[in-house]
């Protein structure tokens, strides 16, 4: 069956199926785009987060020193070895929050276990450094070499931070290269939606109206041709929808007007021979009293 051929209602249904049909077709075909451009953003943020926990854990990591330089300069001040324990707590907090991203690559989990190795052994020597007696605390050469380690270790410990920073950064320019260009993708491909649709929704539209205003223009015309007396024009069947059905009824009016037309021309012929008849009847008639 042709699409003109169906009711007005049929093909208005049709038409926004297909049209249901063509966008869930898209949706289908866009949402492995959508969980690209998702998981890519995902990854970014995991690496921003990994970055700024990288900085969190190098500032506790220097602060860390601090307490047990400050014990010695102070002659063994029991409140610095304090600041040291709130210092280590941040710290292994720091390393602790850490560890899961540490262990993506190999680069990453090489430098924080170098990190984490030099760390544990500045705090072994720092806890000798404070279990020295107040007294002998300041100036004593085996608390100053002890510090040199100490500081050795730390300046050990934040290169390797460092290194994993450097590592981190380098992992969010690429997640933000992907995340770009997962970004230009849905893009490129929801303006290719939007005029795949504007240019279905035109499509649909025109073949919709044509079916219409075709049958309509050709009962027009017809129309048109009576009122000026030619009642042998007729509408054109092309369709079977409601205006086809109006468009066969039109026909049969126009065909029923032609029939009637020719009766009262007949009709009109009989008359007039009649009425001649009678007169002449009558023209009889007189001419017979006249002589009479």
């Known amino acids: 069956m042709r699409f003109r051929d169906l009711k007005i209602g049929t093909r208005m249904w049709l038409i926004t199926i297909m049209g249901i049909g063509i966008l869930l077709v898209m949706v289908f075909i866009g949402y492995p785009r959508l969980m690209r451009l998702q998981g890519a953003f995902e990854s970014l943020k995991e690496e921003i987060l990994e970055r700024d926990m990288i900085m969190n854990l190098e500032f506790a990591l220097s602060r860390n020193v601090m307490p047990v330089n400050d014990y010695l300069i102070a002659g063994g001040d029991p409140h610095e070895k304090t600041n040291f324990e709130k210092t280590t707590k941040e710290v292994e907090e720091r390393f602790n929050q850490l560890q899961p991203h540490s262990l993506n690559l190999p680069d990453e989990a090489e430098a924080f276990l170098s990190a984490k190795k030099n760390y544990l052994d500045l705090k072994q020597i720092s806890l000798r450094i404070f279990a020295i007696p107040q007294e002998q605390a300041y100036g004593l050469a085996q608390a100053g070499r002890l510090m040199e380690e100490v500081d050795s270790l730390a300046d050990k410990a934040i290169s390797a931070i460092k290194k994993f920073r450097e590592i981190s950064n380098k992992e969010i320019i690429e997640e933000g290269e992907k995340f770009l260009h997962a970004q230009q993708e849905i893009i490129a491909f929801s303006l290719f939606l939007i005029l795949l649709l504007i240019f279905s929704a035109l499509v649909m539209a025109g073949v919709f109206t044509l079916s ?25 069947e092309e369709s079977r929808d409601e205006i086809g059905e109006l468009g066969i009824l039109f026909n049969k009016m126009a065909e029923n007007l032609s029939i009637s037309k020719n009766e009262l021309v007949e009709w009109s012929k009989t008359l007039e021979a009649k009425v001649f008849e009678r007169t002449s009847d009558l023209e009889h008639a007189c001419k017979k009293l006249q002589e009479l």
Do not use: N
Not at 212 to 236: C, F, H, N, Y
């Open 212 to 236: 219409i205003t075709k049958p309509v223009k050709s009962l027009l015309e017809a129309t048109q041709k009576i009122m000026r007396g030619d009642l042998s024009a007729r509408a054109k």
